[in-house]
């Protein structure tokens, strides 16, 4: 599985959000499975596990991470690569929820989430046969970049949501920790 795609020219890189799911999917299952939440079908509670994994190891992949550039999660919300997860609960339910949590930390955290239903294996294709729809797709990520604006996130929002959703590790000095490493990376 191909994890991370650099632009150094254009100073930032891809990771493969399915890298990061790889790394959280043993920690929800072992949760689910605790609780005893492992059914045909995710309940709310489960999905509070799935919030928790998730952001956190988006967060923490992130505040680990000792690249230069920009880094933006890169996620497919039309197909997931073969995960354990799915042996338990349906595909196009995981990728729902995928699609939910992610399209949250977009909008509430200083993070750089690009969904889109180009897989991460074609899109790196397709760039390396020079293809247009892999330039149009580079092109798209820029434009996203440019868009983004860290300094708009505050921390009323996400104190909101992490009461919510339960999200205890999310304190204020983890997100300023967080946001201060997305404002360093120009």
């Known amino acids: 599985m191909l994890k991370k795609l650099e632009f150094k020219q254009y100073n930032f890189r891809l990771v493969n959000f399915n890298h990061i799911m790889r790394k959280v999917e043993v920690d929800i299952i072992n949760d689910l499975h605790k609780y005893h939440l492992l ?7 489960a999905k509070l596990f799935f919030y928790h994994h998730v952001i956190f190891g988006i967060c ?9 550039e920009k880094t933006i999660i890169y996620f497919n919300n039309t197909q997931l690569e073969t995960l354990a997860i799915a042996r338990y609960f349906k595909e196009e ?11 949250k930390v977009k909008k509430l955290l200083p993070i750089k989430v690009y969904l889109t239903n180009i897989s991460f294996e074609f899109l790196h294709h ?6 247009g729809r ?4 580079l092109s ?9 604006n860290i300094e708009r996130y505050t921390f009323a929002k996400v104190k909101t949501f992490t009461k919510k959703n339960n999200l205890i590790f999310l304190n204020k000095e983890y997100f300023n920790q967080l946001k201060t490493k997305q404002l360093l990376i120009v």
């Open 39 to 45: 059914k045909d079908r995710i309940t709310t509670n």
């Open 60 to 68: 923490e992949y992130l505040l680990n991470d000792k690249s230069n």
């Open 93 to 103: 339910d995981i990728l729902k929820l995928l699609d939910q949590i992610l399209s």
């Open 126 to 131: 397709l760039l390396s046969k020079n293809e």
């Open 134 to 137: 892999g330039l149009e797709t």
């Open 140 to 148: 798209n990520i820029r434009a996203y970049i440019d868009s983004v």
